[in-house]
Nanobody
Framework: VQLQAFGGGLVQYGDSLRLSCVGS????????MSWFRQAPGKEREFVGG????GGTAYYAGRFTISRENARNTVYLQMDSLKPEDTAVYYC?????????????????WGQGTQVTVSS
């Protein structure tokens, strides 16, 4: 099972960016998919997640999470980006029905994609 996150880059204050995370190795039927981020010198923090059926989604204000189950893909739409959003963004998957903000909940992690927001 592998998760691959991509779509990061260098953007300016106020820009939008959409990250994608594609799962491979199995179908993610029944899995909760979430995004975390980790800024330099800080702990990894929860951004938001979405359950298998998409009925439960948590997003951090300016961020929106969605998924395409047929493509084993979860997205993170980030709008009105700020310099404090600069971090490495990770996707994670858990074979559980609910979204949780704790790292230990998730069994699979992507490699991370860097997002840098300049002021």
């Amino acid at each position: 099972v592998q998760l691959q996150a991509f779509g990061g880059g260098l953007v300016q204050y106020g820009d939008s960016l959409r990250l994608s995370c594609v799962g491979s190795g199995r179908t993610f039927s029944g899995y909760t998919m979430s995004w975390f981020r980790q800024a330099p010198g800080k702990e990894r923090e929860f951004v938001g997640g979405v359950s298998w059926r998409g009925g439960t989604a948590y997003y951090a204000g300016r961020f929106t999470i969605s998924r395409e189950n047929a493509r084993n893909t979860v997205y993170l739409q980030m709008d009105s980006l700020k310099p404090e959003d600069t971090a490495v963004y990770y996707c994670a998957a858990a074979p559980k029905p609910g979204v949780a903000a704790t790292i230990a909940w998730y069994d699979y992690w992507g490699q991370g994609t860097q997002v840098t927001v300049s002021s």
